[in-house]
């Protein structure tokens, strides 16, 4: 069974960056599209970004767009997920997914309810 541990999380200031790692254990993860979801304090969980098998395609939440990049290391079965200009708002807990994907290019889920796996979880507070 596949297992998703999070790491990389923290405080950082506004403006400040961070990158997020996901390692996949259990399973090859080069058979499963990684998304990272986040949840704040009193709000649903949220998409933020996500990429297909082999990283050639991607999807990011409208918020997120042009600060954070996803990317993944199949030999290393891992996904990272480098966030820069971080604004207070994007404080919450980021979890990563992962979803069984038919093909190495098909777009990722941005549907929470299609992945399978989850990892417990990292935190992320931006604050001065």
């Known amino acids: 069974q596949l297992q998703l541990v999070e790491s990389g999380g923290g405080l950082v200031q506004p403006g400040g960056s961070l990158r997020l790692s996901c390692a996949a254990s259990?399973?090859?993860?080069?058979?499963?599209?990684i998304g990272w979801f986040r949840q704040a304090p009193g709000k649903e969980r949220e998409f933020v970004t996500a990429?297909?098998?082999?990283?050639?395609?991607?999807a990011y939440a409208d918020s997120v767009k042009g600060r954070f990049t996803i990317s993944r290391d199949n030999a290393k079965n891992s996904v990272y997920l480098q966030m820069n200009s971080l604004k207070p708002e994007d404080t919450a807990i980021y979890y990563c997914?992962?979803?069984?994907?038919?093909?190495?290019?098909?777009?990722?889920?941005?549907?929470?309810?299609?992945?399978?796996?989850w990892g417990r979880g990292t935190q992320v507070t931006v604050s001065s």
């Open positions: 990429t297909s098998r082999s990283g050639g395609s991607t």
């Open positions: 259990g399973f090859s993860s080069d058979y499963y599209a």
């Open positions: 997914a992962a979803d069984w994907a038919m093909l190495p290019t098909q777009l990722p889920s941005m549907t929470s309810e299609t992945y399978d796996y």
